[in-house]
């Protein structure tokens, strides 16, 4: 309870000032977050001192993350993972915007091509790996290509959302400026849909991470989920544990990273 | 500035959709109806109105809700199609929306991420101008209605009025020889509303405009207008036309006056006490 009571001192200082209704805005998030996680590291510490549960304490998985990023597998294997994320990430949403704006655009490729979304949004997309394994081979191919379809799934409903979603009112402005169909598409319909996109994105992102895991447990010989497998055969819990940790903490960067650029690229918006 | 229309311009509305000459008039509804299919048999929410706004006349709709105030502008806009008679605008049909009629909506419709000055400029990108000319017009608009230092806000950082000062210096920018308002003031305050009107009057008198103004609110109806078309509703249709033998420029003593008070009276009867539409019972 002592880890708990230091940073807390912080957000004990602005409260003298003002009322308590301010202190609780004032105080830091991110002096909160520090305390929970230090908080649940103790816990954690306690727990596995006091042999309460049969797991490694945070101190040999901390050597053993040392030990891993010592020798380079640390990083060789979140590259690895990193890359088919990246590489699958980037053709989906890139085929997503496409996609989806033509959908929210024309009932015609909404009619055609909504029954294949909705069908294998249904479908996990890790159910795919078999079936993308035996016709894709072992290699690269299968993994960035399930994670493709995750990035492409969440991304391609959230543009078709947001272009059907647009404000009429915002559109029968534009028209009555004198604009056309292009003009009013790409003035008017990409912007407004944009903060719809982002969304997708950072939910197929997370998908997409999600999945590159589970792909790597099936069949890889490198990345994190590979590492964690290759583990579990030799019961080398502390470094299942590495691989755990390394996956949570890479996407939750990812996550705030492309918060960040949504942020900022939705900075117009009204929020409440 | 008096009206410089002479009193025939203003026809009387409820005139023969025949006969009409469509050179004297800037808009002219001609039996211009709009009826909407229900499950069963259709809605009219405009019956064949037949109604002539002179060029640069200020002309005020009012009416109580479901009368088809607003149906009446989005025909004359082109944001809807009649279904019966049509609308000339310079003596040509409407089809569609255009430039030369501007419209500013009740809910600003100012695209968020544009600043007050790339709302401005929107409607100028559209046309062949040079990038110092659409400068030059949209802060001149932007001056007009008295939003110079906020050329560079964002919408959200504007207050009601504001965001629909910046909505009409959107309409001005692009010279519009019509200007077709919504109820634009119908979500301010009153004390706002007041200025937005005289703001408005003020401009008008400067850069003279044919204006068809659709509102909910007898006095602002009164103020602003020439005429004062009064509508009825089930079915939609305009019930009477009032002139407003007021002179502008308009100032507060006007709308303190007995005679202000006299019209806005006759209006005010007008649109709460109005017979029973009886005959003309909407169509099942």
Known sequence: MTVLTAPDKRPDKPPAASGRRRRSRTVPPFALNLAALTLGITVWAVATSAHLVDVPGPLSVGSRALQMAGDGTLGEDALASLRRVFLGFALGTLLAVPVGFLMGWYPLARGLLEPYVQFFRTVPPLAIIPLAIVTMGIGETPKVFVIFLAAFLSSVVAAFQGVIGVDSTLVNAARVLGARDRVIFLKVVVPAATPFLLVGMRIGLGASWATVVAAELIAADKGLGYEMMHAQTYYDLPTIFVGLISIGVIGLVMDRLLLRAERHLTAWQERR | ?284
């Open chain 2, 1 to 284: 500035m008096k009206p410089s229309l002479s009193k025939s311009d203003a026809s009387d509305a409820s005139a023969a959709p025949d006969g009409f000459d469509a050179s004297a008039a800037k808009i002219s509804f001609r039996g211009a109806g709009k009826t909407f299919p229900l499950k069963q048999g259709e809605f009219t929410a405009l019956d064949e109105v037949s109604l002539d706004i002179a060029d640069r006349e200020f002309v005020t709709v009012v009416g109580p809700s479901g009368c088809g105030k607003s149906t009446l502008l989005n025909l004359a806009a082109g944001l809807a199609e009649p279904t019966t008679g049509q609308v000339l605008v310079d003596g040509a049909v409407v089809t569609g929306p255009g430039p030369e009629r501007g419209v500013i909506f009740q809910q600003y419709a100012l695209f968020p991420w544009l600043t007050v000055r790339g709302n401005v400029e929107f409607g100028l990108k559209l046309t062949s101008l040079s990038a110092a000319e659409r400068r030059r017009k949209a802060d001149h608009a932007i001056e007009l209605v008295g939003l110079a230092d906020f050329a560079d806000a964002l919408p959200k950082t504007l207050s009601g009025g504001m965001k629909q000062r910046c909505a009409i210096a959107r309409a001005y920018a692009v010279d519009p020889d019509v200007l077709l308002m919504d109820e634009p003031f119908g979500a301010l305050d009153a004390l706002t509303r007041v200025q937005m009107q005289d703001q408005l009057l003020d401009t008008w008198t400067r850069e003279r405009r044919t204006v068809l103004f659709v509102t909910h609110d007898v006095d602002e109806a009164v103020y602003l207008a020439r005429r004062v078309v009064v509508m009825a509703a089930r079915p939609g249709r305009v019930h009477r036309v009032i002139e407003v033998d007021l002179p502008y420029p308009r100032t507060e003593e006007l709308r303190l006056s007995p005679e202000f008070a006299r019209i806005r009276n006759e209006v005010w009867h007008a649109v709460y006490h109005q017979e029973p539409a009886g005959s003309v019972a909407p169509v099942t």
